[in-house]
């Protein structure tokens, strides 16, 4: 219990505020500090939660919606060899992200 109150106390001394986020919001907080401002994908599945986060990130994040996850892959690998920026996927584990040939990845060329 002491050490609770140590901590508060020096949060409080050192101006910082303890703030607790989902893991969904860091990821999209992350991607904003790197400078990602497009995202390809395909929602479903686990990645839900980042899917609904996403909602309150559309003045800073835009996404493209593609037809399967090595679409999404291919689209990002495009966009970031033409533009020179990180080119960022965000699927679902379904059949085509299983293929060892197609899976998602941050793609910056």
């Given at each position: ?34 400078g990602v ?35 999404a ?37």
């Amino acid at each position: 219990m002491q050490a609770v109150k140590e901590k508060k106390t020096e949060a409080k001394a050192t101006g910082t505020r303890k703030e607790t986020i989902s893991g969904a919001e860091a990821v999209l907080r992350c991607l904003v500090a790197e400078g990602v401002d497009t995202i390809f994908g395909y929602p479903g599945g686990a990645i839900m939660p980042i899917y609904d986060a996403l909602y309150g990130y559309q003045d800073r994040l835009r996404h493209i919606l593609v037809r399967h996850e090595q679409g999404a892959t291919h689209a990002a690998q495009g966009y970031a060899r033409v533009t020179g920026k990180p080119g960022v996927v965000f699927c679902h584990f379904g059949t085509g992200s299983h293929q060892p040939d197609h899976r998602p990845c941050r793609c910056a060329d």
